[in-house]
């Protein structure tokens, strides 16, 4: 898996958790609903770190929870 999918993934799979669509995530975030589709449907190569962080805080959890799933361990990442 790259790593745009893993975040993408993750992503949905935290709005699945909160029960909480894009655009509530955008109303909580401030990320644009466009970047935040992009992200879902893996049309960036890569994220911003800072755009992850405003995601996160927009879904109340810390950076190190979002990467805190199997789908960032290395194992599961193309190099």
Same mark, same amino acid.
């Given at each position: ?6 975040? =993408?993934?993750? *992503?949905?799979? %935290? ?9 509530? $995530? ?19 190569? =890569?994220?911003? *770190?800072?755009? %992850? ?9 810390? $950076?190190?929870e ?9 194992e599961?990442?193309?190099?």
């Amino acid at each position: 898996m790259r790593l745009n999918e893993a975040v =993408s993934a993750r *992503l949905t799979e %935290l709005l699945s958790e909160w029960k909480m669509t894009q655009y509530q $995530l955008y109303m909580r975030s401030g990320v644009p609903k466009s970047t935040i589709g992009n992200i879902v449907n893996m049309s960036y190569g =890569s994220v911003k *770190l800072r755009v %992850l962080h405003e995601l996160c805080q927009g879904l109340d959890v810390s $950076l190190h929870e979002f990467f805190a799933s199997p789908l960032f361990d290395e194992e599961n990442l193309e190099p």
